[in-house]
């Protein structure tokens, strides 16, 4: 809010929220069983919402809150890896078509505020083409890897 991404931050509330909702679902219906590098990212996260919260450096803080996301993104990134087919393709692409126009909702053209709408635009397109490339080579879905 301090670099002035008044309307982002509604995305970003959205994207956070559903982030949130994936997760109460995902622990409730299970898929797997928990690894060390789920633990590794929740210290990661952890570490970087700490720092986020000391920060009063609006790049610094968006730099730590890319870290703290893709510290739980890199988890879907893996398990998309080997089970491509439990993930909703369709739902990833509209992820993407949003991110995408929420570079538009930005009202001042900085790094401080563009740097996040950009990483969400880049790992969006990374698990849509990741989900397209995998399907064609995963005949179906390992139970846990």
């Known amino acids: 809010m301090s670099a002035g991404a008044h309307w982002l931050l509604l995305v970003t509330a959205v994207y956070i929220a559903t982030s949130v909702a994936i997760a109460i679902l995902s622990v409730w219906y299970g898929y797997g069983r928990l690894h060390k590098r789920d633990a590794i990212s929740l210290v990661i996260a952890v570490v970087g919402l700490v720092l986020w919260r000391l920060t009063d450096r609006p790049l610094v803080a968006v730099m730590l809150v890319i870290i703290?996301?893709?510290a739980g993104?890199?988890?879907t990134l893996v398990k998309t890896w080997h089970a491509p087919?439990?993930?909703t393709l369709i739902a990833?692409?509209?992820a993407f078509a949003t991110a995408v126009l929420s570079i538009f909702s930005?009202?001042?053209w900085t790094i401080d505020v563009l740097a996040y709408p950009v990483y969400v635009v880049l790992a969006m397109a990374l698990i849509?083409?990741?989900i397209m490339h995998r399907r064609t080579k995963v005949a179906e879905d390992l139970p846990d890897f």
């Open 68 to 70: 703290v996301d893709f």
């Open 73 to 75: 993104f890199w988890l």
């Open 85 to 87: 087919h439990t993930e």
């Open 92 to 94: 990833w692409q509209l």
């Open 106 to 108: 930005v009202g001042t």
């Open 128 to 130: 849509v083409c990741m």
